[in-house]
T-cell receptor, first 111, second 114 residues
Framework: LAKTTQPISMDSYEGQEVNITCSHN???????ITWYQQFPSQGPRFIIQ???TKVTNEVASLFIPADRKSSTLSLPRVSLSDTAVYYC????????????FGAGTRLFVKA | DTEVTQTPKHLVMGMTNKKSLKCEQH?????MYWYKQKAKKPPELMFV???????INESVPSRFSPECPNSSLLNLHLHALQPEDSALYLC?????????????FGPGTRLLVL
């Protein structure tokens, strides 16, 4: 299973764009990359999933370089309500039977 | 309905008590999961049910006993727990349980064992 490495924490201000990078050097050919968001005392919530290049939805964008050894979750114009933990999961760790969450990145958005 | 519900929201129990956590989804999903999450740690997978059959038990102590009465319901029976079992217990579901499938999580049950 591909191991992921993320920054432990990040701070930002309201209105800024936040980029959280995840390293996954041993990602397999068939692996997708998935990000979840978790607020305190709530369950994780799916944000976005991608395989290569760029994926965008109403919440975030996911940038994946050609070698796929890393990925960047981009949150445009964050607000206080985006303060949460963000988890990057790869491959068999993304869903199905053997979901494995990494340590996650704690994002704190300040006014 | 894209919601996973869990009851109770909070539970306090003694080490000799028997209690149950309940999870329900009406999305037609055929895979359901139990996770345990300690404070400031990521969720850890405990059990997976696929089509009402236990598919994965991640070496969980027998004082935790899962049950899947039907495709919409998932229970976690608790008996003789230890204080270190205090945590947030999360339930999740996904359409079929295949890899790389989005999981939908409930809000969790906050358990305190005294």
């Amino acid at each position: 299973l591909a191991k992921t490495t993320q920054p432990i924490s990040m701070d930002s201000y309201e209105g800024q764009e936040v980029n959280i990078t995840c390293s996954h050097n041993n990602i397999a050919t068939n692996d997708y990359i998935t990000w979840y968001q978790q607020f305190p005392s709530q369950g994780p919530r799916f944000i976005i999933q991608g395989y290569k290049t760029k994926v965008t939805n109403e919440v975030a964008s996911l940038f994946i370089p050609a070698d796929r050894k890393s990925s960047t979750l981009s949150l445009p114009r964050v607000s206080l309500s985006d303060t949460a933990v963000y988890y990057c999961l790869v491959g068999a760790g993304t869903g199905g039977f053997k979901t494995i969450f990494g340590a996650g990145t704690r994002l704190f958005v300040k006014a | 309905d894209t919601e996973v519900t869990q009851t109770p929201k909070h539970l306090v129990m003694g080490m000799t008590n028997k209690k149950s956590l309940k999870c329900e989804q009406h999305m037609g999903h055929r895979a359901m999961y139990w996770y345990k999450q300690k404070a400031k740690k990521p969720p850890e997978l405990m059990f997976v049910y696929s089509y009402e059959k236990l598919s994965i038990n991640e070496s969980v102590p027998s004082r935790f006993s899962p049950e899947c009465p039907n495709s919409s319901l998932l229970n976690l029976h608790l008996h003789a727990l230890q204080p270190e079992d205090s945590a947030l217990y999360l339930c999740a579901s996904s359409p079929t349980g295949q890899e790389q499938e989005t999981q939908y999580f409930g809000p969790g049950t906050r358990l305190l064992v005294l």
